[in-house]
């Protein structure tokens, strides 16, 4: 492989994406410089620089932490181009025209470096064409690199080579773009579209035709085609809407002028609804209405009224689903596997709409194999990161049964790839399978199955349900990740923490400690690493005013916390996603996070009317006393800021940000850009920790400030209330955080255990569970899912 290093990048464009791109690598840790056009006057970088100032307003955060756009130095075309010469990669996101993109790669190849890497990020320009008339090191150092906007939160990074391009610059963008930059990379073919938008409009394209011609509500397809299949909440038409009509016109036209050859892309048609949306500057979001309109108003309920538009007549109407059975049939089954086998045995036209789309799809994708890509692997993988499916078109046809959907295909009138026939006549009765702990897909080149590429670098825990996990029970399994190292995988509803996952942590640190394992990593490959205690069975316990057994659940909760810090062998987390409450207390107790990028943690009691009780309280006690002096004003301002990130349950909106809240340590925890090695990283922290491990010590000398603390405290909270930010109940709980926090009514600052810090924290959360308006934050929460205000 390409034996380089990236220090620094020059993104070419300041539009969204360049924006978005600058922000992400600058987020990745390289030095960044953002070029777009000159201005007349004062400020000639003014275009570059608003676009940065708005990317830092920006709403979801385009950096993973807003001290990040440090490392960008924004700059124009005119001035500063020749600054490309100090830069290791410089990527082109200028406007979609290959005459302008020409002008801008003719400054490009005028003053790079020799071997600097170039890039293009356009999303449908053939790269070969880009490359014309440059010379020999530029055209060998240059290729395709297309992200998914936006930039931070899409996972696809699609690789496009040239005939030109040096083979180890692709293996290095491979590489760099999953290690570093934290993408699912994807090589793929210069063709229209490349992968995922080839696939993805042809996807989109099916259901705008089979809803009109079912005569269903873009409203009810939506729902049919969303978290009901395993896809976005936005549905088909609310994706639609968000991406903008006259980019999927574009993008549908663009496809057709292209892909004479293709058999469902040459045939396919604007529809009239979306020429009419075009013509009407109906946009979508970016426009204020699309397929959807929203009014301004309230319902009864106190919800926004949204119409939606009726694809025959082409007016607006109030936004009403369907009741079809096959809903209620998806909302009812977990596992998609067992959702895919329900479409397929359903009768009603919701159910009629999914075959239908999928079996189109299932034949679509066999036939852009291998103009598209030579794997089937690839396709799967630039759909799951670049549409955020759940799993790709090949995967969905493994569990809906690959030879019953051929015949069904066919008696639909779609056309098969020979390459499946041949695989099932073969004897292989699926794409991927699972042998010797190793993920196997068909390769339709080679005709047999091969491993994955990764290997050891991806912990996926679906391969290892083959062997005999060492331990489980219903809520988490142990599994032998190999090199003497175990993983305890949660698996009980959102990952909610309650006895069987207690339970799991005791009983697998013991094995781990008695049967001479190395080490063991808490982790998992769901969405959400966990959202917290089961609510359920606190409310229960509560509601009953059973407090003996509420109090020995607490006390077994803090415990698992400590046993994790206080085994015998190292424990370290692997964290994804949601990380609240209790996972949060879990991970802080760890002798070691590694933390995906994209990972969002906190201590959320508050919003239930509740303090950390699982140690959380104790632990940033435990934190703040590491971290002041015993003499100086920093103690009241430290205490303060501990106090106000419990007090008002913030939430790190990123691996890097929970550094910034004390939730994170440095020296301790790592960020993971590629969510899918935080495992693997896991693993590797065990096996370096375990070598001369040493099983800490409980502390008794954690200093806290007593009434010091609290006067201070108790003035903060009065603020909170003072300026709208807190109700009489908030109140009340923050006094109860800062009690905890400084140790309790103390005449005077001295140091404690602590089991003694534990004791106080218990009885702060059982007085609280006492409460009447925690008990309806409780019920509110768990009936609507968010937090109630009383």
């Known amino acids: 492989m390409l034996n380089k290093r990236i220090r620094k990048v020059a993104v070419l464009g300041s539009g969204l994406m360049g924006t978005g791109i600058a922000a992400h690598l600058a987020g990745c840790g390289l030095e960044v410089m953002l070029l777009d056009l000159p201005t007349e006057g004062g400020n000639r970088n003014k275009i570059a620089a608003d676009s940065l100032a708005n990317a830092l307003k920006a709403k979801p955060a385009p950096f993973y932490d807003a001290k990040f756009a440090s490392r960008i130095t924004t700059g124009n075309f005119d001035d500063d181009f020749p600054k490309i010469k100090d830069c290791d990669w410089v990527i082109e996101v200028v406007v979609e025209r290959l005459d302008i993109k020409k002008q801008i790669y003719e400054k490009v190849d005028q003053y790079r ?21 440059r010379s020999e090191d530029f055209r060998k150092n240059f290729c395709g690199t297309h992200f998914f906007n936006p930039v931070r939160y899409m996972r696809l990074l699609e690789v496009i080579p040239t005939a030109d391009t040096n083979p180890e610059v692709v293996d290095f963008f491979m590489h760099y773009g999953d290690v570093i930059l934290g993408k699912q990379t994807v090589l793929c073919k210069d063709t229209p579209a490349f992968i995922a938008n080839r696939v993805g409009v042809y996807a989109m394209a099916k259901i705008f035709q089979l809803t009109h011609e ?29 991406v903008g009509m006259d980019t999927a016109v574009h993008v549908i036209n663009g496809m057709k002028q ?133 799993v790709g078109p090949f995967q969905y046809w493994d569990m809906a049964g690959v030879a019953e959907c051929v015949e069904r295909a066919e008696k639909q009138g779609e056309s098969i790839a020979a390459w499946v026939k041949e695989m099932l006549a073969a004897g292989h009765q699926s794409f991927y399978k699972t ?35 060492v331990y489980t029970n219903s809520e988490c399994t142990l599994h032998d990740l190999g090199d003497g190292v175990l993983c305890l995988e949660f698996h009980s509803k959102m990952n909610a923490i309650g006895e069987g996952i207690l339970r799991g942590i005791n009983d697998s640190i013991q094995i781990a400690e008695e049967q001479g394992w190395k080490g063991i990593v808490i982790g998992n490959n769901a969405q959400q690493f966990t959202v917290g205690a089961n609510l359920m069975m606190v409310a229960m316990m ?68 509740l303090l950390p009780g699982g140690g959380g309280t104790k632990e940033f006690a435990v934190r703040l006393s590491d971290e002041i002096t015993r003499e100086g004003d920093v103690q009241i301002p430290r205490l303060i800021d501990k106090f106000k990130t419990i007090a008002t349950a913030q939430v790190a909106t990123s691996a890097y940000e929970a550094f910034n809240y004390g939730y994170l340590m440095q020296n301790k925890d790592m960020v993971v850009h590629n969510t899918a090695r935080n495992i693997s990283e896991g693993k590797k922290k065990v096996l370096e920790l375990a070598d001369n491990y040493i099983k800490p010590i409980p502390r008794k000398d954690v200093y806290v400030l007593g009434r010091t603390g ?9 603020s909170l209330k003072l300026g709208h930010y807190a109700s009489e109940h908030d109140i009340k709980i923050a006094q109860k955080v800062a009690w905890v926090l400084c140790g309790g009514d103390l005449t005077s600052p001295q140091t404690v255990s602590e089991q003694y810090l534990l004791d106080i924290e218990r009885e702060a959360f059982l007085s609280l569970c006492g409460e009447q308006k925690t008990l309806e934050r409780i019920q509110f929460m768990l009936e609507n899912g968010k937090p109630l205000r009383n």
């Open 435 to 469: 042998e010797g702990g190793k993920r196997l897909c068909y390769n339709p080149l080679s005709k047999q199955y091969e491993a994955l590429p990764g290997g050891e670098a991806f912990v996926i825990l679906d391969t290892y349900r083959t062997q005999k996990p």
């Open 214 to 242: 079912l005569g269903l509500g873009i409203d009810t397809a939506d729902a049919l085609t969303g978290p009901a299949i395993g896809r976005p909440k936005t549905g088909t038409f609310r994706l639609a809407d968000l």
């Open 710 to 718: 609290l006067g201070a405290l108790y003035v903060a909270a009065h």
């Open 113 to 133: 470096s020799k071997g600097s890497l170039v890039t293009s990020n356009t999303s449908g320009i053939p790269i070969y064409l880009m490359a014309e008339g």
């Open 542 to 609: 509560a509601y009953e005013q059973n407090w003996d057994e509420l109090n020995m659940a607490t006390n077994v909760f803090q415990q698992t916390s400590m046993r994790i810090r206080y085994s015998a062998i190292p424990v370290v987390i692997a964290t994804q996603g949601y990380v609240f409450g209790g996972g949060c207390e879990f991970s802080m107790h760890a002798d070691s996070v590694l933390a995906a990028a994209e990972t969002y943690i906190g201590l959320v009691e508050v919003g239930v009317g």
């Open 258 to 390: 292209n892909c004479p050859d293709d058999e469902q892309i040459s045939k396919m048609n604007v529809p009239k609804f979306l020429n009419f949306l075009v013509e009407n500057k109906f946009f979508g979001n970016k426009s204020g209405q699309g397929f959807y309109k929203k009014t301004g108003e309230k319902d009864v309920k106190g919800r926004p009224v949204i119409l939606a538009l009726n694809l025959e007549t082409l007016e607006y109407a109030p936004s009403q689903k369907e009741k079809l059975p096959i809903l209620d049939t998806l909302k009812q089954i977990e596992e998609l596997p067992r959702r895919m086998k329900a479409i397929f045995n359903g009768a009603d036209k919701g159910a009629e709409m999914l075959q239908k789309s999928f079996l189109g799809l299932f034949a679509y994708v066999s036939n852009r194999v291998p103009e598209i890509s030579n794997t089937v692997y690839a396709i799967d993988d630039a759909l799951r990161a670049g549409f955020a499916w759940e």
